[in-house]
Every structure is written in structure tokens, then in C-alpha cells.
């Protein structure tokens, strides 16, 4: 199966009624506001998403993308790659009150007035709402534990009498 991009702008509302799955990437490089935040990324978004009404009859845009990230590990400062997972569930609105009648397992995304949704735009909300705060590498690989360790090493040899210095004091005497 080749995998295509993904459209920017589309039809909200007439893909809700056929049901439109689509399956495609994003490049990157087109989502600046990321781009923005992290080092670098892998150079596809993968993104599975669905279009459908719910029990409710709502209007829903359901999917899941994941993106390889590199971003500065808050504690050394160093390169951490990580994947950033987004899975969501949007009720697709026309308007700010539609929007706050939706049930609360919904977060809105509006549509123009036409109907269209800049999906990318969308994608790329979710992509950052799953950003860390503080990005770190687990504790056994970040270098700011593997520092500490070294130097006790060395003040311990310090402390530590030479014996050679000893035999040298019983020389003099
Ligand atoms: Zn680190």
C-alpha cells in the first residue's frame, strides 16, 4: 500500500456522511509551529483518521498520528528522540455554540462556513498538545546522572591516603 499525503483543507461536512477514512502523512516540514519547538523530526507525520457520526448523531474526527521528535532533554541539555502519539476524538462544529453543546468527551474543532477544516492545522494541535513539558531521557541515559557518579569516584581517590606518601613519612624519621 502506497501512502499519500494527506489533503490540507477538506470537505468536513460531506466527509462525515460517506464516512471518510483516510491514511496518509503529513511532511514535517509543513508544520512550522512544531518545527518551532523541536530540534528536528522525522520527515513524515503518520496519520490514520476517520470521519463519522457518533450515537448522537454528532460530527466526528477521530484519529491517531505519531511523528519522531528530537528535542533538548531539560536536565543535560543533550539530544532526546521520542515519538509524540496523538489520539483524539473531535466534535467537528460550525460555531462557538455548537461547540459548547457538545458533550464534554468532545473537544471541539470548528469548521469555516463553508464546512472545510484545515486538517493539517488540526493534526498539528493535536501533535503539540502531546508534546512533554519537560522533555528528559530516562535516568539510566541521561548524562547529568552519568556525571555525578564519576565525581564521587574522584573525591573519594583524594581522600584516600597514598600508601607511598606514608613510607616516605617513615623515611624522614
Ligand atoms: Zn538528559
Known amino acids: 500500500m502506497t501512502v499519500a499525503p494527506l489533503p490540507k483543507r477538506v470537505d468536513g461536512l460531506k466527509l462525515v456522511e460517506v464516512n471518510q477514512q483516510l491514511t496518509g502523512t503529513i511532511s514535517s ?4 509551529r512544531l ?3 523541536v530540534r528536528s523530526s522525522s ?6 483518521v476517520e470521519f463519522s457520526r457518533d450515537e448522537e448523531h454528532l460530527r466526528v474526527l477521530a484519529g491517531e498520528c505519531n511523528v519522531g521528535v528530537v528535542m533538548e532533554c531539560q536536565r543535560c541539555l543533550e539530544d532526546v528522540s521520542f515519538t509524540i502519539e496523538a489520539s483524539f476524538r473531535l466534535g467537528l462544529v460550525l460555531n462557538d ?4 453543546a457538545l458533550p464534554k468527551r468532545l473537544e ?20 503539540l498538545l502531546n508534546l512533554p513539558d519537560f522533555p528528559m531521557h530516562p535516568q539510566g541515559e541521561c548524562q547529568a ?4 557518579p564519576e565525581e564521587d569516584i574522584a573525591a573519594e581517590e583524594e581522600e584516600r591516603p597514598n600508601p607511598f606518601d606514608v613510607l616516605a613519612q617513615l623515611k624522614q624519621k
Open 29 to 32: 516540514a509543513d508544520l512550522t
Open 35 to 37: 518545527a518551532g519547538i
Open 43 to 48: 520527515p513524515d507525520v503518520n496519520c490514520d
Open 97 to 100: 455554540d455548537q461547540a459548547r
Open 108 to 127: 471541539p474543532a470548528e469548521l469555516d462556513e463553508a464546512g472545510r477544516l484545515d486538517l493539517w492545522e488540526t493534526i498539528e494541535d493535536e501533535l
Open 145 to 148: 546522572f552519568k556525571i555525578e
